[in-house]
RNA sequence: GGCAGGUUGCCCGAGUGGCCAAAGGGAUCUGACUGUAAAUCAGACGGCUCAGCCUACGCAGGUUCGAACCCUGCACCUGCCA
């Protein structure tokens, strides 16, 4: 059976690591304790998160035991960033999202078994610790002027951060301490944006307990152009179905670019290595099939949401973006198909304009933008392109008598129903 | 506390009394080409009851026929000095 270390490396999963042979030799020796954490910044984890749980499932799968610790302290603090001070939320927004992303996290992962996942919230060991405590065992092992060396730390010192932030490094590093201390754990992954603060826990280790334990980062997930994954033109890919639709979430995988898609297949499923090359032997064949595409969003969309879900959103994407003749859809396809994608109720009394119904569905963001798009020649009703603003959806227009799908650009779909 | 500089549209950034909804770049959107991909080219890019009007250049007030631009006060940021 391959090394899970060489299935990470294969996968393109590893950026950095600490000593790879000392780490490879304690993953072969049995099963080890490792962790990852998640602090709550917003309701949602998102799909950057996303390649943390699975590489954390993967370890798992390999026989390892997962600690997947979720900020209710760190969350409070703040990781510094380069765009400079974060805004504090409060304690109860903080403990409501501590709650939510604990729930998510723990649905990718076996919580059963001898090496079933354990879920920890660092507050439960900051919450009492009293400032002397903290700044002679903590503290004492931080020279101040290796903190100012870090790269973030060191961007910010124009601009300002302040000691809250600063303090961020001490609090992550002594969450693996702790996680050492209690669980015997050995191994903290993370984002490579991570890496700074995860070696910091690893030297903090050293310091204090003696002991040598790992750290493996994953690289920073890039789209073509090099910017950022995980952003779409609308905003971040959440997890949370109430933050974004299944049908939002499996388009956004959908349009990876061709350049990326096999990478991604290898990144965030769990397809054989053997099946991710026959699956690029035949993208590289035929790119305009998508079948890379299609097969990427219909895996990672499961992982997600479900198959159920899944396969609601590609009944959705087939009706909405095959070929076929809207006309010749029954009814409860082309409204199922609609309601996923998103569709909004339009009174037949308001006579609706294709400008009202744009701005409505969220297509365009105002009259302004909705009558600019029409100008362009960018908005359709039923696929076939509108050239008049104050075109009233109505009659013939309706399918079925009352629904209708609007299109602005050629991948921005969304339903109107008029009653 | 003193001195100097700064605060412009989603971001960066020009503009220093009318020709400014505001140069240029980025981001974004649309079109052509196409494959819900990329690249390229072209256009758009505050709002509205849209050939006109309204709102906008940190906030409040003032000067002026007219202010993003001048004056006063306030807030915040940066640098230098204490």
């Known amino acids: 059976m391959t090394h899970v270390l060489d299935d990470l490396e294969a996968r393109g999963l590893v950026a950095h690591s600490t000593d790879r042979d000392a780490l490879r030799a304690e993953l072969s020796e049995g099963p080890i304790t490792y962790y990852v954490g998640f602090d709550p910044t917003a309701p949602s984890l998102h799909i950057g998160n996303l390649l943390q749980i699975l590489t954390a499932r993967r370890l798992q799968l390999a026989g390892h035991k997962p600690l997947l610790l979720v900020g209710g302290s760190t969350g409070l603090i703040g990781d510094p960033k380069e765009a400079g001070e974060r805004v504090m939320n409060t304690k109860e927004t903080v403990a409501d999202w501590v709650n939510r992303i604990a729930s998510q996290v723990s649905r990718f992962v076996d919580l059963d078994g001898a090496n079933g996942a354990t879920i920890v919230n660092n507050l439960d060991w900051t919450a009492g610790l009293s400032t002397i405590d903290y700044l002679r065992d903590i503290g004492k092992h931080f020279p101040v002027n290796r903190m100012l060396a870090r790269d973030v730390v060191s961007s910010r010192l124009e601009s300002g951060i302040s000691y809250t932030e600063f303090s961020y490094v001490l609090l992550q590093s002594m969450d693996y301490l702790e996680l050492h201390r209690r669980h015997g754990c050995v191994l903290q992954t993370g984002g490579s944006d991570q890496w700074g603060n995860i070696t910091a826990g690893v030297e903090l280790i050293r310091r204090a307990d003696g002991d040598k334990v790992h750290a493996l980062a994953t690289p ?30 499996y388009q956004s995988w959908i ?26 032997a035949e993208h590289v064949q035929k790119p305009g099939l998508r079948a890379a595409q299609r097969r990427l969003a219909a ?19 087939r009706a909405l973006f095959g070929r076929a003749e809207l006309e010749d859809l029954p009814e409860a396809t082309l409204a199922a198909a609609l309601r996923e994608a998103g569709a909004v109720d339009l009174l ?40 008049d603003p104050e075109l009233v959806l109505a009659g013939d227009l309706l399918l079925h008598g009352s629904w209708a799908v609007l299109r602005k650009g050629k991948r921005s779909i969304s339903g109107v129903s008029v009653s």
């Open 255 to 280: 349009q990876a670019e061709d350049s990326k898609v096999v990478e991604y297949l290898r990144q965030f499923t769990f397809l054989e290595l053997h099946e991710i090359a026959r699956v690029e």
């Open 299 to 317: 895996e990672v969309t499961t992982l997600v949401h479900g198959a159920e879900e899944t396969a609601a959103a590609e009944l959705a994407a």
């Open 348 to 387: 037949a009394a308001d006579q609706p304009t294709i400008v009202d119904a744009l701005v409505a569905t969220g297509l365009a963001d105002s009259k302004s933008a909705a009558r600019r798009a029409v100008g362009e020649g960018g908005a359709y009703v039923n696929n076939e392109r509108v050239t």
């Open 220 to 249: 920073l997930i890039t789209k073509a152009d090099g910017t950022k994954f995980g952003k779409t033109e609308s905003g971040t890919v959440w997890l949370d179905p109430e933050l974004m639709s299944p049908y939002a979430f």
